[in-house]
């Protein structure tokens, strides 16, 4: 069971990034995926996830109406379309799946795999 994490890279404020998550040897849509970051110095912190066997998404405040979660079934991969990207998006994003309640989204004991993480870094 494994988890990959693709698609960051260095974007100018304001840019847009795609990131995607894809299962091997698990089916994602069985699962919450939830994307976490950690930016340099600071503990990670939980940023949208997107419900098991449906659509239902989530958000933390500080992304919420730029960032947008979705699933492609097909592909077995769940993405996160950044947009209006800040400097202070700078970090590591990494997926995770779990079956947490809806409470307990942001507790990264609630999920049983990680991807590696993948760098986001906005600058000019």
Same mark, same amino acid.
């Given at each position: 069971? %494994?988890?990959q994490?693709?698609g960051?890279?260095?974007? $100018?404020? &304001?840019?847009?990034?795609?990131? !995607?998550c894809?299962?091997? *040897? ?9 994307w976490?970051?950690?930016?340099p110095? %600071? ?8 419900? $098991?066997? &449906?659509?239902?998404?989530?958000? !933390?405040?500080?992304?919420? *109406? ?15 379309q950044?947009?209006?990207l ?12 779990g ?5 307990a ?14 760098q986001?870094?906005?600058s000019?």
């Amino acid at each position: 069971v %494994q988890l990959q994490a693709s698609g960051g890279g260095w974007v $100018q404020p &304001g840019g847009a990034l795609r990131l !995607s998550c894809t299962g091997s *040897g698990v089916t994602l849509r069985d699962y919450t995926i939830s994307w976490f970051r950690q930016s340099p110095g %600071q503990e990670r912190e939980w940023v949208a996830a997107i419900r $098991q066997g &449906g659509s239902v998404t989530y958000y !933390s405040d500080p992304i919420k *109406g730029r960032f947008t979660i979705s699933r492609d079934n097909a592909k077995n991969t769940v993405y996160l379309q950044m947009n209006s990207l800040k400097p202070e998006d700078t970090g590591i994003y990494y997926c995770a799946r779990g079956r947490p309640i809806v409470s307990a989204l942001s507790n990264e004991e609630m999920y049983y795999s990680w991807g590696q993480g993948t760098q986001v870094t906005v600058s000019s």
